[in-house]
């Protein structure tokens, strides 16, 4: 793998907030196996992420009910 590549890569790993053992292992199978070859392993960080949005996107959703309760007249029916 070229040095740029690699650099790309890795920032690009980076700023979607990959581990360092994940970008790490995502380097090491391009330069040995080839770029396909870490889809897998992208796509379970992509997986682990949506995760994490839909974690939050819960919490939202539940300070937006608590919000509409109080401007409805309070929370002594939820």
């Known amino acids: 793998m070229?040095?740029?590549e690699r650099v790309i890569l890795e920032s690009i790993l980076k700023?979607?907030?990959c581990a360092k053992?994940?970008?790490a292992s995502?380097?090491?199978i391009k330069e040995k196996y080839g770029e396909q070859e870490i889809l897998p392993v992208l796509?379970?960080?992509r997986y682990r992420?949506?995760?994490k949005i839909h974690g939050e996107q819960?919490?939202?959703d539940i300070l937006d009910y608590v919000i509409f309760k109080l401007k409805q007249g309070g929370l002594k029916d939820v």
């Open 2 to 4: 070229k040095k740029d």
């Open 58 to 60: 819960q919490k939202l």
């Open 43 to 45: 796509q379970q960080e």
């Open 49 to 51: 992420l949506l995760q």
């Open 21 to 23: 053992e994940i970008i």
């Open 15 to 17: 700023d979607c907030g």
């Open 26 to 28: 995502c380097l090491q």
